[in-house]
């Protein structure tokens, strides 16, 4: 857990989306997570042609912590495939 965190909090769009899609994968959603992803809501930093606000706003949908009631479509399609790429 500790890497994902050292992930979240570190510079780069490479190291949040990589913390991002762990923290998803393996369900952790404690305090520190949580707050991470909720910093990142408004981060327009980009990788693959989606924002680390995109895939942040998508993980706090599936971690059930936040529900998405947007309709930015790519926040929709993270959503969709629950992190299964």
Not at 23 to 51: F, H, P, W
């Amino acid at each position: 857990m500790n890497d994902i965190i050292v992930k979240l909090q570190k510079d780069g769009a490479y190291y949040k989306f990589n913390g991002i899609v762990e923290c998803v994968r393996s369900q952790t959603k404690n305090e520190t997570v949580i707050a991470e992803l909720k910093k990142m809501k408004s981060d327009n930093a980009q990788i693959a042609g989606y924002s680390i606000s995109d895939f942040s706003l998508a993980a706090l949908d599936v971690l059930n912590v936040e529900k998405y009631t947007g309709n930015n479509e790519n926040v929709l399609r993270i959503i969709q495939s629950r992190f299964d790429f």
